[in-house]
């Protein structure tokens, strides 16, 4: 019996052999917590438990003295509008040591197979560019400075907010609002002025029965985000916009994460919300016609806001050209096409794709394919092909139909349709599961599609 039970133990043992260990981002050994008081626990931001994602954590102090604390370079990202003028020093945690260094000189590992904090895409900070190597060599991702993995942070700051947004209006509010009704007194949220002081105040001065870390979160995430009614400031993505009225067209820009345009005169309805990103601008486009908001291409296609989205017909893939995802010959498969434009106007280039499936995977983490994640600044145009007419359209504006009998060369599909009604009549004929827009497509539907 001890034979066989120690034959098992080594085939467990060699099967895993290959395996990288999970890389754990709580703190192994005494955490460094710079900031003062019992809030000094949580993140500024976000109010997350800063020692369960201790090694992503930055920190600032200012230059009165006064620290801060984040549980990812994301949250410092979006505070960077309120401390940017005032900092003496930015720090993070050296994964490796645990112990707080300068950022500056940190090697940062970004897109490697650790899941991110806050964000799509993971960004692990080392103090030796041996150690950054070492952990590449068994996560994957790419090397960059502080400088390169900050402005990653910054640009995807809207994308990373709009799926946060998501989560938590899905999940997090409606579990915090019942955890709050039958656990906790009530509670006055405009006394604080951070997240994570209403969490100190919830536990030291038990406003609340005693709950785990996970209840905590969720009932402060509910009163700061939906009582206090900060949300707005946080799907803003720190870019720290201000609603502003555009002159002569009627076009208001409202305060509500995000786009949201209305034109008396000329029925400019731009109700799509995106998320703002660094550099957002207001612009008039098309003289005395409209408004659109311009965002700089960076947490949705520009394209559609900017009225520069019309799609020529007639592409063809090259013999050359490869899909940047899966690697196949995108010519054999000319009616699958969905291409990428990017670039300033004449110096454009574009990008391949044998599915709509592939592409959204790139562009949802073009990092993790060996592009830098400002690629999204310069899209001008995506397209893809209607199914039944084989017409291209802007990406934007297509429907997607999800989980059908019709498979492409990479097995299930997006499937893409000018029209609703087209979009429906496919699904009905064959036995699709949802219709989505593009904004819907998410790493969870494409992740879906591959099991």
Same mark, same amino acid.
């Given at each position: 019996?001890?034979?066989?039970?120690?034959?098992?133990?080594?085939?467990?043992?060699?099967?895993?052999?290959?395996?990288?260990?999970?890389?754990?981002?709580?703190?192994?050994?005494?955490?460094?917590?710079?900031?003062?008081?019992?809030?000094?626990?949580?993140?500024?931001?976000?109010?997350?438990?800063?020692?369960?994602?201790?090694?992503?954590?930055?920190?600032?102090?200012?230059?009165?003295?006064? =620290?801060?604390?984040?549980?990812?370079?994301?949250?410092?990202?979006?505070?960077?509008?309120?401390?940017?003028?005032?900092?003496?020093?930015?720090?993070?945690?050296?994964?490796?040591?645990?112990?707080?260094?300068?950022?500056? =000189?940190?090697?940062?590992?970004?897109?490697?197979?650790?899941?991110?904090?806050?964000?799509?895409?993971?960004?692990?900070?080392?103090?030796?560019?041996?150690?950054?190597?070492?952990?590449?060599?068994?996560?994957?991702?790419?090397?960059?400075?502080?400088?390169?993995?900050?402005?990653?942070?910054?640009?995807?700051?809207?994308?990373?907010?709009?799926?946060?947004?998501?989560?938590?209006?899905?999940?997090?509010?409606?579990?915090?609002?019942?955890?709050?009704?039958?656990?906790?007194? /009530?509670?006055?949220?405009?006394?604080?002025?951070?997240?994570?002081?209403?969490?100190?105040?919830?536990?030291?001065?038990?406003?609340?029965?005693?709950?785990?870390?996970?209840?905590?979160?969720?009932?402060?995430?509910?009163?700061?985000?939906?009582?206090?009614?900060?949300?707005?400031?946080?799907?803003?993505?720190?870019?720290?916009?201000?609603?502003?009225?555009?002159?002569?067209?009627?076009?208001?820009?409202?305060?509500?994460?995000?786009?949201?345009?209305?034109?008396?005169?000329?029925?400019?309805?731009?109700?799509?919300?995106?998320?703002?990103?660094?550099?957002?601008?207001?612009?008039?486009?098309? =003289?005395?016609?409209?408004?659109?908001?311009?965002?700089?291409?960076?947490?949705?296609?520009?394209?559609?806001?900017?009225?520069?989205?019309?799609?020529?017909?007639?592409?063809?893939?090259?013999?050359?050209?490869?899909?940047?995802?899966?690697?196949?010959?995108?010519?054999?498969? /000319?009616?699958?096409?969905?291409?990428?434009?990017?670039?300033?106007?004449?110096?454009?280039?574009?990008?391949?794709?044998?599915?709509?499936?592939?592409?959204?995977?790139?562009?949802?983490?073009?990092?993790?394919?060996?592009?830098?994640?400002?690629?999204?600044?310069?899209?001008?145009?995506?397209?893809?092909?209607?199914?039944?007419?084989?017409?291209?359209?802007?990406?934007?504006?297509?429907?997607?139909?999800?989980?059908?009998?019709?498979?492409?060369?990479?097995?299930?599909?997006?499937?893409?349709?000018?029209?609703?009604?087209?979009?429906?009549?496919?699904?009905?004929?064959?036995?699709?599961?949802?219709?989505?827009?593009?904004?819907?497509?998410?790493?969870?539907?494409?992740?879906?599609?591959?099991?």
């Amino acid at each position: 019996m001890r034979k066989l039970t120690a034959v098992f133990v080594l085939a467990a043992m060699l099967a895993t052999a290959g395996l990288a260990k999970p890389f754990v981002k709580r703190a192994t050994h005494e955490a460094q917590l710079i900031q003062s008081g019992p809030e000094k626990m949580w993140c500024a931001v976000c109010g997350m438990n800063l020692k369960m994602f201790y090694k992503t954590s930055h920190a600032v102090v200012l230059k009165d003295g006064t =620290k801060k604390q984040y549980c990812s370079i994301r949250c410092l990202a979006a505070d960077w509008k309120n401390i940017s003028d005032k900092i003496d020093k930015i720090l993070v945690v050296d994964a490796d040591t645990e112990k707080l260094i300068d950022a500056t =000189k940190a090697y940062y590992v970004v897109g490697s197979k650790v899941k991110g904090t806050m964000s799509m895409t993971s960004k692990i900070a080392f103090g030796s560019l041996e150690e950054a190597k070492a952990f590449q060599k068994e996560y994957g991702g790419k090397i960059v400075d502080f400088k390169t993995a900050f402005k990653m942070a910054a640009d995807a700051l809207g994308g990373d907010t709009a799926m946060l947004s998501k989560k938590k209006k899905r999940k997090i509010y409606p579990m915090g609002q019942k955890i709050y009704k039958r656990m906790c007194q /009530p509670v006055d949220v405009t006394r604080y002025g951070h997240i994570n002081e209403l969490k100190a105040a919830i536990k030291t001065r038990k406003l609340c029965k005693p709950m785990k870390e996970k209840q905590l979160q969720a009932v402060a995430l509910y009163l700061w985000d939906v009582v206090g009614k900060h949300a707005d400031d946080a799907a803003m993505g720190g870019c720290g916009m201000k609603h502003k009225r555009m002159h002569g067209k009627g076009c208001a820009m409202k305060r509500s994460g995000g786009c949201q345009m209305k034109n008396k005169k000329s029925g400019c309805k731009m109700m799509k919300k995106h998320h703002c990103n660094h550099g957002m601008k207001m612009d008039r486009q098309m =003289k005395g016609k409209g408004c659109g908001c311009n965002m700089g291409k960076g947490a949705a296609v520009g394209a559609a806001a900017t009225g520069a989205g019309v799609i020529p017909q007639g592409l063809s893939p090259k013999k050359s050209e490869k899909c940047p995802v899966c690697g196949m010959f995108v010519y054999k498969y /000319p009616k699958w096409a969905a291409y990428i434009f990017y670039g300033p106007a004449g110096e454009q280039k574009r990008l391949v794709f044998d599915g709509v499936k592939d592409m959204m995977k790139f562009y949802l983490d073009p990092i993790r394919w060996g592009y830098d994640a400002d690629i999204k600044q310069h899209i001008n145009r995506i397209a893809v092909q209607d199914y039944y007419t084989l017409k291209f359209i802007p990406a934007e504006a297509a429907w997607y139909v999800m989980g059908s009998d019709v498979y492409g060369p990479m097995g299930n599909e997006l499937i893409p349709f000018a029209s609703k009604e087209a979009a429906e009549r496919f699904m009905k004929d064959h036995h699709g599961k949802r219709i989505l827009r593009f904004d819907e497509i998410d790493e969870r539907v494409v992740q879906k599609l591959d099991e």
